[in-house]
């Protein structure tokens, strides 16, 4: 892609290889890479974390592994054949659909992407279980550690989110496959159907993929300052509280923008839902801010609270 681009009118790659290329990429660090990767640092983790001998369905456990496997073979053997996805990552239609994309590109990526669902789904329940039934004796919730949290939160976010983007690919697949007309204007189907769903997965998964990774800074800090964490509450509540406030937003977006298309179609377009979308994000923004000033207030006090800490800090 690098080389593709490093000069005009390259011509190492075909339009169409370009983008496949592009597409694979942004699913491949999408969903095949960053929520993944932090899921396996969580399942290594936890039960050392917790005080358990393993995870609460350990078998449920394998079963997402093999069919996250399964499914990212299946996605990156259609490149030898020239059929890989070719619409983006988020994949918008109507260019994802039959009528633009006659090949069996967005099949691929349909099926792929609904097994991925179905691996994060069962992945994030037993997250969740081991949470709430594997803790050691005397461990309250109030004493697990900040990456618990993180994963806590995300899990419960995916639990919400996920389902919207598999729904969404498996009607685009009907849609190819089965002549339904979900996403087919000509048939008295919507576009902009498949922006809501889509993105009510979308916005959560951001925070879903952050939110391990910030327990996992909260976690190692300490541990090598070697001081206890300062603000324990701020930082839980805050990552609570983001997980919270973005899956309001995505909730509320996707109602927003759907009574938004309904008056448009009345012919009273108005931008339904503003002001709570507004309040919500900067509700989200805040609880980030919490975060970041709990982490510093860490550092500082990692160091006694004097004046190089903070210069550091700051």
């Not at 190819?176 to 993105?199: M, S």
């Not at 909730?251 to 979308?277: H, I």
Request: aromatic share 14%; with cysteine; hydrophobic share 55%.
């Amino acid at each position: 892609m690098r080389l593709q681009l490093a000069r005009p009118d390259q011509t190492l790659l075909t339009p169409e290889q370009y983008s496949q290329l592009f597409t694979m990429h942004g699913v491949t660090m999408i969903f095949l890479y960053s929520l993944p990767i932090l899921s396996g640092f969580s399942n290594y983790l936890w039960p050392l974390m917790l005080g358990s001998r393993d995870m609460a369905f350990p078998r449920l456990n394998a079963l997402s592994y093999w069919i996250f496997l399964v499914a990212g073979i299946f996605l990156y053997a259609s490149f030898p054949l020239g059929e890989a996805p070719n619409a983006g990552w988020f994949n918008y239609v109507p260019f994802a659909g039959l009528e633009y994309n006659t090949g069996p590109n967005i099949d691929v990526y349909a099926l792929g992407m609904v097994l991925l669902g179905i691996s994060t789904t069962v992945g994030a329940i037993n997250f969740i279980v081991t949470l709430f039934r594997m803790r050691a004796p005397g461990m309250s919730i109030g004493r697990v550690p900040i990456l618990v949290w993180g994963t806590l939160t995300a899990s419960v976010a995916n639990i919400f989110a996920v389902p919207s983007a598999s729904l969404a690919f498996f009607l685009l697949w009907l849609d190819r496959q089965a002549g339904t007309h979900f996403f087919d204007v000509l048939n008295g189907g919507k576009p902009l159907l498949w922006q809501h769903l889509f993105w009510m997965f979308g916005h959560p998964w951001v925070y879903a993929v952050v939110l391990p990774a910030m327990g996992i800074v909260s976690d190692a800090l300490p541990t090598f300052c070697r001081r206890p964490l300062v603000g324990y509450s701020a930082v839980a509540l805050s990552t609570m509280a983001t997980s919270l406030a973005c899956l309001a937003v995505a909730l509320l977006s996707g109602v927003a923008a759907w009574t938004s298309w309904k008056r448009f179609e009345q012919g009273r377009a108005v931008k339904a839902g503003e002001d709570r979308n507004r309040f919500l994000v900067k509700l989200s923004a805040v609880s980030s801010f919490i975060f970041i000033v709990a982490v510093i207030f860490n550092i500082c006090a990692a160091h006694g609270f004097n004046d190089h800490a903070i210069e550091s800090c700051l």
